[in-house]
């Protein structure tokens, strides 16, 4: 059974940068293409970035050129490095398949930005 973990939330201020890391339990990696979603209150969860096995990255408009996503497949991870942080960015993180979910969803972790 695969089992995700996900991790390096916290609260930081505006502009400020956090690295969000996701361990994958039970499934090989390279295997996979990955992504990482978020959900703000009282919205729907959305996929704001993607990683191809081969490693090309896709981005929803509103995190381009402030969020990159990357994978460490003998690691098992994929991580999003997040910069230039803004307080609509603030959610619970998840990594799950990308675009297409594959998974049980892990627990996340929460980001809050600051005004």
């Known amino acids: 059974q695969v089992q995700l973990q996900e991790s390096g939330g916290g609260l930081v201020q505006a502009g400020g940068s956090l690295r969000l890391s996701c361990l994958v339990s039970?499934?090989?990696?390279?295997?996979?293409?990955m992504g990482w979603y978020r959900q703000a209150p009282g919205k729907q969860r959305e996929l704001v970035a993607s990683?191809?096995?081969?490693?090309?990255?896709n981005y929803v408009d509103s995190v381009k050129g402030r969020f990159t996503i990357s994978r460490d497949d003998p690691k098992n991870m994929v991580y999003l490095q997040m910069s230039s942080l803004k307080p609509e960015d603030s959610a619970v993180y998840y990594c799950?398949?990308?675009?297409?979910?594959?998974?049980?969803w892990g627990p996340g972790t929460q980001v809050t930005v600051s005004s």
């Open positions: 799950n398949g990308g675009p297409n979910i594959r998974w049980s």
């Open positions: 990683i191809t096995r081969g490693g090309i990255p």
């Open positions: 039970g499934a090989i990696l390279q295997f996979h293409s």
